[in-house]
């Protein structure tokens, strides 16, 4: 479609500028209309998101206020009796939930933080190309690994050595679940600090080395405190997917409705050689039988809206982090 | 560089080494015992043939149908969702409020326990909505569950497009949406398809979800209607684990089953980065 330069209608000769525009919006009307409608159909489908993300929100209170009514948040937050379906003496304390969920979860992180970021380094700054053509695959295989099939292998591998270690009768515990979350966990953390560590400038690096310092005195001294930001994020965002895992912890940490403490020379420690089911564990077991619509019911759904919280708490931690990077990085 | 900086800096390469090399340790470990205990079960009867004597004798030909159907579905429903708000967020939208709000929206779906996802999908369209549970409330469950990740996907497509074919087309003076629909959409199908399959994959090895809204334990017949409960392969694996009376006697069973699902799991992932890597150098050249 060349340009229009034709005569009028009445045969006289306008101006170029004059006829270019009146022929573009003469042709383009209706294509108009439809590129406005398509925008608003695209801008239709960008909103889903958010949509999805309330009525999730929405649907979760609007299922658990019957509970939160009924039972108070209180209970749900600080009571230790979980008899959901009980007749006579009723007790929804999710306590142990949560405690099971976040004892496991740290304690996977206390193997995954070190074990992530080192590689993370490794990967970024250490590595000659053929290990990183190695590493990287492994990691990315790591990451799609069916969390179902880690379950399995914790199950019917790791649980027998545990139990064997530390002569227990049975080896699904918190430990096991742990150790198992932990490699869920790292893909997550050797990512997004990784990138992180790609993001800091050259020249960072280069100055340091000008000064004469070895490289492991610029990862330690400019690098790896110039991505730190990132690094957080990323450590936020394995938290969150370790305390949302649900099939490894279903399979490896024995489902045991119990607070995991015990006492040591007087004082209450978190005990990790104690089977344990945590917040994801106990909605996967009980929501596939449990009646809909009743109390049970709906206090399940206030044990997904405590997760969703945190979920929601963990992410906007790990924004703020990654926006701050990305702002420190930006602006010097 | 004093020899003191120099052993420390050996000494700290070498734990770094050390917890990366343990990385890929972990990997082969968990491979290898998949591989070497569930390779003696795979057989061609073994992918071909239904579960028999209380799934103890038999294959996993339901399991890998039921999978198929539902991670079928789910990619049908998400994709052109997911390609749509890809399209509004790239093409669109200028920076602002409204564009903030959905991207964070997005994060944080990304975040949401996929076991939340499940509750959620049985609250709103098996009790709610009154569908019940089956292979459709499963499909739109993990339809949702995946979005995130396809919209992130299509959004990298689109960015990979030169800005210069959009020029170009406005420069013609055609509208933006023709712009997109017949210069920017074509070369950015092939890295949407990466991350359809992704989100595939993704859809086939998840669990939790499809527990609270349709996989059935076992079922003799193949799901024929929307609203069938099916099996699934990594529900299938779950039960022969932990649910199954002699769950050491269909121990073989279940090694086997894990296998084919993380060949098929990888093998998704493998045809996603072929075609992302092709369109990748397809891009550079122009």
Sequence with gaps: ?332 | MNKKKMRTEKIWFSIMGFFAAMTVVALGLLLFSIIREGASVLSWSFITEAPRRNMTEGGIWPALVGTFYVSSLTVMISVPVGIGAAIYLNEYASQGPIVRLIRLSIRNLAGVPSIVYGLFGLGIFASFLQIGVGLITAAITLAIMVLPWVITASEEALKAVPTSFREGGLALGATKWQTIRQLVLPSAIPGMMTGSILGLARAAGETAPIILTGAAYYSRNLPTELTDSFMALPYHLYILATQHAQASAVRPIAYGTALVLIILVILLNLTAIIIRNRFRRRNEAL
């Design chain 1, 1 to 332: 479609m060349g340009l229009p330069l034709e005569q009028d209608n009445d045969g006289t000769e306008k101006d170029l500028n004059v006829v270019t525009k009146e022929k573009l919006t003469q042709r383009s009307f209706k294509s108009n209309v439809l590129d406005y409608v398509m925008e608003k159909v695209f801008l239709v489908f960008g909103f889903i998101a958010v949509f999805v993300l309330f009525l999730i929100l929405f649907f979760l209170v609007r299922e658990g206020s019957g509970a939160l009514r009924e039972v108070g948040i209180v209970e749900y937050l600080t009571g230790i009796r979980w008899y959901p379906s009980s007749p006579q003496e009723a007790g929804y304390g999710a306590l142990p939930f949560i405690m099971s969920s976040v004892m496991v979860t740290l304690g996977a992180l206390i193997i995954a933080i070190p074990w992530g970021i080192f590689t993370a380094i490794f990967i970024a700054e250490i590595a000659p190309r053929r290990v990183r053509e190695i590493l990287k695959p492994a990691v990315e295989i790591l990451a799609i690994f069916p969390s179902v099939i880690l379950g399995f292998i914790a199950l019917v591998i790791l649980s027998p050595i545990i139990a064997h270690l530390f002569n227990l009768s049975n080896g699904l515990t918190a430990l096991t679940a742990s150790l198992i979350l932990s490699v869920m966990a790292l893909p997550t953390i050797i990512s997004i600090a990784e990138d992180s560590l790609k993001s800091v400038p050259k020249d960072y690096r280069e100055a340091a080395y000008a000064l004469g310092a070895s490289r492991w005195e610029t990862i330690k001294m400019i690098t790896a405190p110039a991505a730190k930001s990132g690094i957080m994020a990323g450590v936020m965002l394995g938290f969150g997917r370790a305390v949302g895992e649900t099939m490894t912890v279903l399979m490896a940490a024995g489902n045991a409705i119990d607070m995991p403490l015990r006492e040591f020379f007087g004082i209450v420690v978190p005990d990790f050689l104690t089977s344990v089911r945590t917040l994801t564990a106990n909605i996967a077991i009980e929501g596939s039988d449990v009646s809909w619509g009743s109390l049970h019911y709906s206090s399940l759904f206030v044990l997904a809206l405590i997760l969703f919280v945190i979920t929601f708490i963990v992410n906007m931690v790990a924004d703020y982090l990654i926006n701050k990077q990305r702002r420190k990085l930006g602006n010097e």
